[in-house]
């Protein structure tokens, strides 16, 4: 059984593909497997592939499919993993060569149920290290948790076990799937080293906004409802109700202010505000709005007026 699975959804990543492949394949644990899933791509990525599968036919499975959008890949590799842990990575990607031998090490050495590390936003001209903050209990990850996937190890198991799934056709995947499993585990570690190198392009579907933004209404609904038939509600309402509160007048607001079409920035403004205060009526009470961090500040000032200009900054900066 190998110790990691990395699951890597490649969809016309041709300039970038080999290099993820090359981190992955050089990774100080030799016993892992890379289960990449081609997507359906149009350039050169199947072919690449094809070649590194020759090349490593005892590392690399690939896997190909019709072309259905990151989470569909993702979920297409998942029942493939053999391995103890899974690991996602997206193939524009790159990591660092001793990064799972690292997070594996970690793992057994507390049993934990996910492992979590730091990363690094690569810019054409700059980099910057993002160093996340230790959670200590499940209630704190939902409150300053980084949602992404891929700087996570998960054990196999509990992914398996669980069937929770990424939600496809939908952006902000990695936002449903982490605060669904997060009631499944038990014991979460951490290695406080920046591994993954996370590539900004401008064209990427993260850096695109349009009327999908709008799409983070669906992926939070998901999220409550699941809670709610999980029978958590009455015990996570407080944090949930926070962090929808934050993801609306924070990241998914500098998002809504950033699309092109004036209407379509228009109505989600307006609907955001409005999703807002008729779930939450009573969200400026929320406790978790006393800490002292400037996102709690800005948040408190926040009425039908002042959510406007900030809106209007946003737009601005």
Do not use: C
């Given at each position: 059984m190998p110790k990691v699975s990395i699951i890597v959804p490649v969809y016309n990543v041709e300039p970038y593909l080999a290099r993820c492949l090359d981190t992955l394949i050089n990774q100080t644990i030799k016993d892992i497997e890379i289960i990449a899933v081609n997507d359906g791509s149009k350039d050169n990525s199947g072919k690449?592939?094809?070649?590194?599968?020759?090349k490593y036919p005892e590392k690399i499975k690939v896997l190909?499919?019709?072309?259905?959008?990151?989470?569909?890949?993702?979920?297409?590799?998942?029942?493939?993993?053999?391995?103890?842990?899974?690991?996602?990575?997206?193939?524009?990607?790159?990591?660092?060569?001793?990064?799972?031998?690292?997070?594996?090490?970690?793992?057994?050495?507390?049993?934990?149920?996910?492992?979590e590390c730091d990363f690094i936003w690569e810019y054409p001209n700059k980099r910057r290290i993002d160093t996340g903050a230790i959670y200590h209990s499940k209630k704190e990850a939902i409150e300053i948790a980084r949602v992404v996937a891929w700087n996570k190890l998960y054990k196999k198991d509990i992914v398996m076990n669980s069937g929770i799934l990424f939600p496809e056709g939908l952006r902000y995947e990695d936002v449903e799937f982490f605060y669904k499993i997060l009631p499944k585990l038990n014991k979460i570690g951490f290695v406080k080293e920046p591994f993954i190198h996370y590539i900004q392009r401008s064209n990427s579907i993260s850096n695109t906004q349009n009327e999908?933004?709008?799409?983070?209404?669906?992926?939070?609904?998901?999220?409550?409802?699941?809670?709610?038939?999980?029978?958590?509600?009455?015990?996570?309402?407080?944090?949930?109700e926070y962090t929808y509160a934050r993801y609306l007048l924070c990241s998914s607001l500098k998002r809504m202010a950033k699309i092109g079409d004036k209407n379509t920035r228009k109505k989600l403004l307006n609907l955001t505000w409005e999703r807002l205060n008729i779930l939450f009526p009573e969200w400026k009470k929320n406790k978790l709005l006393r800490k002292k961090r400037m996102k709690n500040v800005y948040m408190r000032c926040m009425n039908k007026a002042t959510y406007k200009i900030a809106y209007t900054l946003f737009r601005i900066l």
């Open positions: 690449i592939l094809e070649t590194y599968q020759e190909n499919k019709t072309n259905g959008g990151l989470s569909s890949a993702r979920n297409f590799g998942i029942p493939y993993a053999t391995g103890e842990y899974i690991a996602f990575i997206d193939s524009d990607d790159y990591v660092e060569k001793d990064m799972y031998e690292k997070m594996y090490k970690e793992a057994q050495k507390g049993d934990y149920d996910m492992v999908r933004t709008k799409e983070i209404f669906d992926v939070l609904d998901h999220v409550l409802e699941f809670y709610k038939n999980q029978g958590l509600w009455n015990e996570y309402k407080e944090v949930l």
